[in-house]
C-alpha cells in the first residue's frame, strides 16, 4: 500500500514541476514583440533600439517596449510634443532620442521630464522657435543636444540646468538674436553657435568664443 501511495505523489509532483517550470519560461518576455507597425525593433550597436523613420506618425508611438534605450523618429510628422509625452508611453529609459526633419513647432516646458537616462537628443531640422532652458532639469546624464537648423529665435528662462555629464549644445544655423546672460553658466562643455564655437571652462568661470557671422551678441 505505501508503495502504491509513494508512487501516486511522484507520479504528481513530475507534472507540478514542468507547470512551475513551463510557466517561468513563458513569463520571459521579449521586448521586440512589443513594436507597433511602422517601427523595426532590435539591437543596434548593443543597445535595444526602435528605428521608426518615415513612417507616419504625427505623435510619439504608443506600444513600445519600456527597454528601449534607443528611439529613431527621423521623418515622421509630430508638431508638438506635450509634457510628459515620452514617460506617458512608457519610454522612460531612453538614452538617444533622434527627431530630425520631424516638423516639430511647439516644445513644451516638461516633454522630456523623468528620462533620466537620456544622454543624446537631436531635434535638428526643425521648426522650433523658442525654447525653455530649464525644460532639460531632470535629464541630468544628457551630454549632447543638437538644435541645428530650426529657426529658433529665443531661449528662455534664466540658464540651462547644471547638467554635469554635459559636453556638446549645437545651435548652428538658428536665428538666436540675444542670448541670456547667463544662459551658458551652468554648461562645463562645447557650445556651437552659428560657425562660432563657444569652449566654457565653468571652474574658473572663464569663457573662450570662437569667431564667425554668428557672434555671441553683447546681452551674454
Known amino acids: 500500500m ?29 521586448w521586440t514583440q512589443s513594436c507597433p507597425s511602422g517601427c523595426d525593433c532590435r539591437w543596434i550597436g548593443g543597445k535595444k533600439a526602435a528605428a521608426c523613420r518615415d513612417a507616419g506618425f504625427t505623435s510619439i508611438p504608443i506600444g513600445l517596449s519600456d527597454e528601449v534605450q534607443v528611439l529613431d523618429l527621423r521623418g515622421n510628422s509630430i508638431p508638438t510634443l506635450r509634457n510628459y509625452v515620452f514617460r506617458d508611453a512608457g519610454l522612460v529609459n531612453l538614452n538617444k532620442i533622434k527627431m530630425t526633419n520631424c516638423g516639430i513647432e511647439r516644445l513644451e516646458r516638461h516633454a522630456f521630464a523623468e528620462l533620466k537616462l537620456l544622454v543624446e537628443l537631436d531635434m ?17 546624464r544628457l551630454r549632447e543636444l543638437q538644435l541645428n537648423g530650426n529657426p529658433l529665435a529665443e531661449l528662455h528662462g534664466i540658464g540651462f540646468p547644471p547638467l ?40 574658473n568661470r572663464t569663457r573662450t568664443f570662437g569667431k564667425g557671422p554668428n557672434e555671441i551678441p553683447n546681452e551674454f
Open 124 to 140: 535638428s531640422e526643425n521648426r522650433i522657435r523658442e525654447l525653455t532652458m530649464e525644460s532639460f532639469d531632470t535629464n541630468a
Open 2 to 30: 505505501w508503495e502504491e501511495v509513494r508512487c501516486s505523489w511522484t507520479s504528481l509532483l513530475v507534472p507540478l514541476y514542468l507547470i512551475a517550470l513551463g510557466g517561468a519560461v513563458g513569463s520571459t518576455t521579449d
Open 164 to 203: 554635469h555629464h554635459f559636453q556638446k549644445l549645437s545651435l548652428r544655423n538658428c536665428s538666436l538674436s540675444t542670448i541670456p546672460r547667463h544662459a551658458f553658466e551652468q554648461l562645463n562643455g562645447l557650445v556651437e553657435l552659428g560657425e562660432s564655437t563657444i569652449y566654457i571652462f565653468i571652474p
